[in-house]
């Protein structure tokens, strides 16, 4: 049976629906599993009211020295975009105003609606779904409790960061809505390149070039790192590329054994030669270097 308000004639089941009650949209989303609710256009029981919304995440970002990713540094970025009101505080209301209950919807944001046998419930066109109202209106922000600012946001960048890495600072986004958290900053970090290093993992390498006589006696160099510059002994007879590897001088982490710095060393040739040296060297060529050939497994 039915009548103005309503199906009649519904017993208790499942759905917890009784006889003579008025079925709203919500509930029947709810009854089919919110399936029904997508093909007519109405929710479960989530759309019921509107409550607090998590604000939008922002981002930005950041240049960095190459030494300041390798130790890690604190700084500060400046984000332009929403945040909360510092005049209301992100109540709307006008300091020493009060905030009320809605009297459209009764502080729960939503009013409901009859449609025929069905009932359906929307936000509140009063409060706009917050619950509740201001008399009078921030006159900084005109009664939204935002305000857009540039906000200068200290960032603490951790040691070994790389190029292209995110950092989240979380609350720093977009406030949120009715009493939601904050979205959160994405802050994208920027390395630039280093004038003598270069990064592979948590190792740094280096290029250092030592003469001809070096390479063929041996010898004992100074290698620069990111703090104090350490001693590297090169023995006789080293060949051009040739790499070496220095143990902890490369990036250091908070957890875990740092880094190594890789030393490739790099052979100088001369181009301008005495006539004294080209002659020394002839000399030398026919003295040692007689019968050698250095290309013999190129079986040309």
Known sequence: MVDSGGFRGFQVGASGFCAGEKIRFE??????GGGLGNVFGFGGTTSRRSGPQRGADTSAELHLSFEDAIRGVTTTVSVKGETVCRTCRGSGAEPGTPVETC??????????QSQGFFSTT???PTCGGTGTTVRTPCHACHGTG?????RTIKVKIPAGVKN????????????????????????KVHVARHKLFRRA???????????????????EITVPTLDEPVRLKVPAGTRSGRTFRVRGRGV????????DLLVTVEVVVPTRLSREA???LQQFAEEFEAGINPREGLEV
């Open 122 to 124: 929307r936000p509140c």
């Open 278 to 280: 080209k002659k020394m």
């Open 103 to 112: 009297p459209t919807c009764h502080g729960s944001g939503m009013v409901a």
């Open 27 to 32: 509930e029947l989303g709810d009854l089919f």
């Open 252 to 259: 250091k982490k908070k957890k875990g054994r740092p880094g």
């Open 164 to 187: 292209g890495a995110v950092v989240r600072l979380k609350g720093k986004g977009t406030p949120g809505r009715n009493g939601g958290p904050a979205g959160d900053l994405l802050v």
């Open 146 to 150: 935002t305000t857009t600012r540039v």
């Open 201 to 219: 993992g948590d190792n740094l390498k280096i290029k250092v070039p030592i003469t001809f006589t070096e390479a063929a006696l041996g010898t």
